[in-house]
């Protein structure tokens, strides 16, 4: 249980045509498909459960086509298992896609992602790639825009369902320091039971203030990110992520480097 | 004072080089001089306002050079007059910027703006092109990305400090109803006083539920945007937009015209 997973397979469409219809559904069904073949009592412990479920997966075509699945919580010995005996193939939308090599698995502990909030000179920057389609629920509707407070309330939230090791309860005021400094973004439009607006692309995120007792909690969110996936839907293909954390400097230093275009009006 | 000016003045800088510091702070300058020069009472006015300032001023690049000015309440006469009677060159961070051309003006009443909320068929869907930096301000700090309640509920209450008509109680509780359908964005950091993240790009927005007294809410305060610009320091070059609204459609229509490229998973 005090573990996070994150698995990576390669491999790439059978037949010629490249697959540009979204997976997300079918990838959910024949992981729950896999879940309720190896492990019936895990699947309805899943079935059963009112919050959000300890995983994600997602078919990524960057930098090459990987399916991602990450796990934790009561999940996470379940995925460690299935990417030691990954098929050769999986069914997805009546297409075949073929698996071309071996799983790459990444592992930590809650109190290793934790340990950030207690380092020296903490991560106060982090930049979060988008290479599935990513979205948030906010007041009911979707906002397929990368709100600090909505990119890591939404970690924040799952962390402190699923983790033994607790943030503190200073930890939501904290996420008020998170402010965007660049980004590079375009909306797509996914079709579920209905279309859902996500965007792709990446966004660098501070920390200001970075003083105090959470001057590493962006940090460990951001670590916490890549085993959890980011905002809604993660178990549909949803919010795959890269992280590119940044330990913390002086405030003046890290402004000379802001922007692509420093100064630049238009 | 029951008039909106926006005046696009054609140009483009003197010498070789492009010019591509940004100016926002040089115009507003030459605008409070051309202020204090021509109606001292009006300057003293201005200065001691502690409301936001009833103007925009900013240079756009596309699709051809132009400064634009904007005003509304006190300031409409005052840019009217500007736009007759606009110097030849203008000196910008020391650099002369020559009108090529006479000033196009446009002019609304507020009247006329607000009967978008009574149309028969209510503009439900709009697209901004933010053609300078455009940022918000939420809670203490910058946010370069198009939340829709920040782009409305900043024109609301600007709206509603300024306008003779009186948009009710109901309104601030319709800006929920406003989503984002798809968007292409990308950051940009501004030189003021320190940095200031903004960004440039389109975003599409949609009032969902648009029957109701506010159905047309998302029009008026479209057109409304074209006179006060977007967000914070408009001032300063910062919120000049260009505005397309669509008139309503039903629902399941509009919904098949989503994206980009519908389906696409990455």
Redesign the interface.
Known sequence: MNELVRVEVPGRWEGEAEE?????RALQAWFYRELATRDEGLATALHDMSAEKPFSIA????PDERLVVTAYGILAPFVLDLSRTMPDRLLLNARWWRREGEAAVERATWPELAAGLLAPAPETRTTLNF???TTFRS??????????QLVFGGLLERWQTWAPVDLGAGAGAAL??I?????????????LK??V?G??GAAEFEL?SAGGPYGGLLGVLARFARFAGVGAKVST?FGCVDVTTVAGRPASQA?GE?????????
């Open positions: 540009t219809a979204f997976v997300g078919l990524r075509r960057q290479v599935t389609p007041k009911g509707n979707y906002l397929p825009l990368p709100v600090p008020e320091g402010v965007v400094r660049r980004h590079r973004l375009a909306s797509v439009a996914v079709q209905g279309l607006p965007f792709v200001r293909g402004q802001t922007g692509a275009r420093p100064g630049r009006g238009n």
